[in-house]
C-alpha cells in the first residue's frame, strides 16, 4: 500500500534544510559551522519518528494557530509544531508550519523555522521554506 505521508526522515531532513535557509545570508555563506549544532542534527531515531507524527497530526487536523507539543522521554528533546496558514496553491490544499525544536545536546539549544507544504498525491511536500 502507499503511504500518505511524507517519510519521518525526510520531514527531520526538511526542518533541517529550513533552519539552513532562514539564516540571513545562507547561501552565501563560507562557515556552515553552526549546523554542526543544530537541534535537528541530535534528535535520535525515535525523536525523529515523534517529530515527524506531530508534523503530520499538525497538517491534517489542527486549525490554523493551533499547535502540538512533542517530547522524547529519554533523550530531553521536544518542541511545537504550529499551524501558521492554510492556503490553496493550483487547486491543491497547502500549509505553513512553523517547527520549534529543542535539543539538550545542541550547544545552540533550539531554533524555530516556517515551511510551507503542500498535500500532492495523497502525500505532503514541501513546497517552500520562507525566509
Not at 531532513?13 to 549544532?37: H, I, K, Y
Not at 515523534?50 to 508534523?55: P, Q
Not at 539538550?104 to 539549544?109: E, K, L, S, Y
Not at 510551507?116 to 521554506?129: F, H, Y
Request: aromatic share 4%.
Amino acid at each position: 500500500s502507499r503511504s500518505t505521508t511524507m517519510p519521518r526522515k525526510q520531514l527531520a531532513a526538511a526542518s533541517l534544510l529550513a533552519l539552513v535557509c532562514a539564516v540571513p545570508g545562507a547561501l552565501q555563506a563560507v562557515n556552515f559551522s553552526f549546523l554542526e549544532q543544530a537541534p535537528v542534527r541530535f534528535l535520535s531515531d525515535a525523536d525523529t519518528a515523534l517529530l515527524g507524527d506531530t508534523i503530520i497530526e499538525v497538517l491534517d487536523g489542527s486549525a490554523d494557530g493551533e499547535g502540538k507539543s512533542w517530547s522524547g522521554e529519554r533523550s530531553g528533546d521536544s518542541g511545537t509544531v504550529t499551524a501558521v496558514r492554510s492556503f490553496e496553491r493550483d487547486g491543491r490544499k497547502c500549509r505553513r508550519i512553523e517547527i520549534d525544536t529543542r535539543a539538550a545536546r545542541a550547544t545552540r539549544g533550539g531554533a524555530t523555522s516556517l515551511m510551507d507544504l503542500c498535500k500532492m498525491d495523497g502525500e505532503w511536500r514541501i513546497l517552500r521554506v520562507p525566509q
